[in-house]
């Protein structure tokens, strides 16, 4: 049963342009969401994170979206570059739990 | 301080024998973490510590696994009698509570040690 799900593999773009990340949650009880990227051989990276408080975060290139009557977040990186090829985890936290639930990633290729 | 490290980065293993794992955490990060992560999935939580208290567990932790934190400090997970499905990177991951938060600090990732069961 997967509580946050990350239906797309895989994400081309070009370099320049909008990238966004899609991530869907069936737990109702999660209040934290956060963003991680993660390089090959590497783990992974904190990239930005947003509360159920709020429905918008904003650092640099980096946008977190997140609409709770619909379980949904996305993630907009403008402008892309090469640089941000990863995979991409969405994750999320429910109120007094540490335990981070992942999804399976998406696959961002940032073509020059 | 070069973040959080992780010993061996790789260890093959013959099925039935025991590993262990080593993560050091950021220094002054109170709360330390273990994910395993299988091809294909995202982290999996396993457990986490905060000082050296292990204050939650996952169901994926079966009586095979077991981790301490014995100074607060760095962790060590073993795994007993190892099977081929645990052939995973096991991540460690650390943050800093400093109280009275209300939502989880983001934690930083070690690079992980890949297990492989043959």
């Known amino acids: 049963d997967q509580q946050v799900k990350q239906n797309s593999p895989s994400l081309s773009v070009q370099e320049g342009r909008i990238s966004i990340l899609n991530c869907d949650y069936t737990?109702?009880?999660?209040?934290?969401f956060l963003w991680y990227k993660k390089y090959p051989a590497e783990g992974p990276t904190f990239l930005i994170s947003i509360s159920s408080i709020k429905d918008k975060n904003e650092d640099g290139r980096f946008t977190v979206f997140l609409n709770k009557s619909a379980k949904h977040l996305s993630l907009h990186i403008v402008p892309s570059q090469p640089g941000d090829s990863a995979v991409y985890f969405c994750a999320a936290s429910e109120g007094g739990s540490e335990k981070l639930v992942f999804g399976k990633g998406t696959k961002l290729t940032v073509n020059p | 301080d070069t973040g959080v490290s992780q010993d061996p980065r790789h260890k093959i293993t013959k099925r039935g024998q025991n590993v262990t794992f080593r993560c050091d955490p950021i220094?002054?990060?109170?709360?330390l973490y273990w994910y395993r992560q299988t091809l294909g999935q995202g982290p999996e939580f396993l457990t986490y510590f905060q000082n050296e208290a292990q204050l939650e567990k996952s169901r994926l932790l079966s009586d095979r696994f077991s981790a301490e934190r014995p100074k607060g400090s760095f962790s060590t997970l073993e795994i007993q009698r190892t099977e081929q499905g645990d052939s995973a990177m096991y991540l460690c991951?650390?943050?800093?509570?400093?109280?009275?938060?209300?939502?989880?600090?983001?934690?930083?990732f070690g690079q992980g040690t890949r297990l492989t069961v043959v």
């Open positions: 220094s002054e990060h109170n709360r």
């Open positions: 991951a650390s943050s800093r509570f400093m109280g009275g938060q209300p939502w989880n600090t983001e934690a930083f």
């Open positions: 737990n109702s009880m999660f209040d934290y």
